[in-house]
């Protein structure tokens, strides 16, 4: 299809979708946001950005001041990109619109890992003026450090529309590290965000995402992935700070044979907040192999953790671990794993608790002169603590310290 | 010295243990016998101040301090540890982690290697507590975990039972460097107190003093080895029948 049909095909289905109520979640009203916001100047180097601004993206893994150790950055303000840059080849970073313009071959990739009449909230993105990021690795090519990018949310009541899209060419590795923050701690805004990632054949892509909101913003994400034969994707998903309302449930097409898909979740909420976060897995592939593992604690808020996997392959494999934590006497965590096989010989499993810190552990520490505190402070950091394969040394650091700031919002 | 005085102790309402007395002098080691129900945990678990082991009368002291009100931690912290008879898997807290609380700040990571090799542990350290251990490694993975923590009242519960005969030999090892067996009496300061229902320990530690306890009290006081004898050829009811009411319950 040529792009302008296609996009006239896009724009059909997006109109008929507008006001569709997504099936999970809170339905939000859209018309109490704005996306008519300033634009921001663009930045040739981002350490140029405000030091407030740097502050707050760096809370979320982003770091401006040095970039030594990033293969490039992406950094999108409100609905304006205001830096994109690489260093080294076998990368590309820049705003997806740039790609649009570059590439014919953009048509591909849009709106083909997730759909654009999905709900009102895809509706959206594709109806508005918006931008994201579009991150590629060429073919063979291994990049050492990740690509950084954040999004985030200066204007107040503002609607942050973004359409990301990630391709892993045949046999690249890419590392991708994004947080998403805001400027304020009261206002309020609205985060919808499409991500399309394609992950060819032998290729392997890392995905760790920072989420840093306030109280008052409401989130969207709506992503996609496509994982060809020999792929690996692997997400690791951590919920740092509060926010309203959080609702996503990525879903993983496993279609290549060999195709591997994990995600790592961490979610640590408090009063206030309602998030609604899952996975879907479809095993498609034969031997493709998936795992789930996510650790959701709650001091006050309500978690939904949702898991979903279905094998339509011989040879798969999957496993669902859902672990909740409730700390303090109000939340609620309910954690939904879901498992359909559609044939024989096929090997998925789950597991999943929910529940208050065993006083045996606890006095099991304070035995070894632990006081109450330490011990529990230590069996929460244990239950924080997720083995996660396959992350490079630098992320894998970068990601603990994360889960030590999470620590220390629950503590 | 630990000092046991008239101690009654109550789990959920119910009385388990009635007016026992006991005093371990620094550097001794006592063995406690008894059949299954006795209350040969529950004194321990009584001693060590775990919250649900609630004394109804009398008092115990260590160091020469009453620390009948204290907590758990508070104890270990004064000197005493415990090893459990089926600890708890705590998920994420690595076999590593638990050895460095132990430590506190008297070791560092080469500490704990040393430690993990002495109990032949090296490749659990990464591993989460407890988490698919077996009998053996638990007693092994407790007894590094008091090594490290130093305790000079040491309460062992059971401290062979699901080791295999192999294995023993390393739990004996590691139990008499707790208790400074190879150190002069007159110098020695580690206490002990150990439960066993096999007897197997005493061939590894050096233990002068033993009782017999059934139905929550202690029948009877004396050489454990003699105990043990008697034990093994009469069973317990004849053991407490030949002593119950011949030896006096105080000391």
């Known amino acids: ?411 | 010295m630990l000092k046991i005085k008239d101690l009654s102790v109550s789990v959920e309402g119910k009385e388990i243990i009635h007016d026992v007395n006991m005093t371990i002098k620094n550097g001794e080691t006592h063995v406690l016998f008894g059949p299954n129900g006795a209350g040969k945990s529950t004194l321990l678990m009584a001693i060590m101040g775990f919250p649900k082991y609630r004394v109804t009368k009398g008092s115990i002291s260590f160091k020469g301090k009453d620390i009948t009100g204290l907590t758990v931690d508070e104890r270990a912290r004064m000197g005493m540890g415990m090893s459990f008879q089926r600890p708890p898997v705590v998920r994420g807290v690595k076999t590593r982690d638990m050895v460095a609380a132990c430590l506190k700040e008297s070791g560092d990571g080469d500490t704990i290697n040393v430690l993990a090799n002495r109990a032949d542990l090296g490749e659990f350290l990464e591993r989460d507590i407890n988490y698919g251990f077996s009998g053996g490694e638990i007693k092994r993975s407790e007894l590094m975990q008091l090594l490290a923590q130093k305790p000079e009242l040491t309460l062992l519960d059971e401290p062979e039972s699901g080791v295999d005969l192999v294995n023993i030999a390393l739990i004996g090892e590691l139990m008499n460097e707790l208790l400074e067996k190879n150190c002069p009496i007159q110098y020695r300061k580690c206490m002990g107190l150990i439960i066993t229902h096999t007897g197997h320990i005493l061939d590894y530690v050096n233990a002068r003093t033993g009782y017999v306890m059934c139905d929550g009290t202690i029948g009877c006081v004396g050489d454990p080895h003699e105990m043990l004898a008697t034990i093994r050829e009469k069973g317990y009811d004849e053991c407490i029948n030949c002593y119950l009411g011949r030896l006096p319950i105080n000391e």
């Open chain 1, 1 to 411: 299809m040529n792009k302008a049909k296609a996009s006239r095909t896009n724009k059909e289905k997006a109109r008929a979708a507008a006001n569709k109520t997504a099936s999970l979640g809170e339905d939000i009203d859209l018309s109490e946001y704005t996306s008519a916001g300033e634009k921001h100047a663009y930045r040739d180097n981002p350490s140029q950005l405000p030091a407030e601004a740097k502050k707050h993206m760096l809370e979320a893994g982003v770091m401006l001041d040095d970039t030594s150790q990033r293969s490039g950055t992406y950094i999108q303000m409100d609905n304006t990109p205001v830096h994109s840059s690489v260093s080294g080849d076998g990368v590309e970073v820049m705003p997806v619109s740039q790609a649009m313009e570059k590439y014919d071959w953009m048509t591909d990739y849009w709106w083909n890992a997730v759909a654009v009449d999905q709900d009102k909230y895809t509706a959206n993105i594709e109806l508005s003026q918006y931008d994201g990021y579009f991150i590629r690795t060429l073919p063979g090519k291994k990049t050492v450090f990740p690509v950084q990018a954040c999004l985030y949310l200066a204007k107040d009541k503002l609607v942050q529309n973004v359409h990301n899209v990630i391709i892993a060419e045949e046999g690249s590795e890419l590392h991708i590290i994004t947080g998403c923050s805001t400027a304020s701690q009261e206002d309020a805004g609205l985060h919808l965000g499409v991500s399309e990632f394609y992950i060819k054949k032998g290729a392997k892509v890392t995905f760790t995402m920072i989420h840093s909101w306030n109280p008052e913003t409401a989130v969207r994400p709506r992503s996609g992935v496509i994982v060809e034969e020999d792929g690996l994707f692997l997400s690791n998903y951590i919920l740092m700070k509060p926010v309203r309302s959080l609702q996503m449930n990525p879903l993983v097409k496993c279609v290549g044979d060999n195709s591997t898909a994990r995600f790592n979740s961490i979610l640590v909420t408090g009063e206030g907040s309602s998030l609604d976060v899952g996975s879907r897995i479809i095993l498609d592939g034969k031997g493709s192999r998936t795992e789930i593992v996510s650790r959701a604690i709650t001091t006050g808020g309500n978690i939904i953790a949702r898991g979903y996997i279905e094998g339509n392959a011989p040879d798969i494999k999957g496993h669902l671990e859902c672990r909740g934590l409730i700390l303090g006497e109000k939340g609620m965590i309910h954690a939904v794993p879901e498992l359909k096989g559609n044939l024989a010989g096929i090997d998925l499993s789950h597991e999943a608790a929910v529940g208050k810190i065993a006083e045996e552990e606890v006095e099991y520490l304070m035995a070894r002169g632990l006081t109450r505190e330490e011990a529990t402070a230590t069996i929460v950091r244990g239950f924080l603590h997720v083995d996660i394969e396959g992350l490079p040394p630098l992320l894998a650091e970068e990601l603990k310290r994360a889960v030590e700031a999470s620590e220390k919002e629950v503590m």
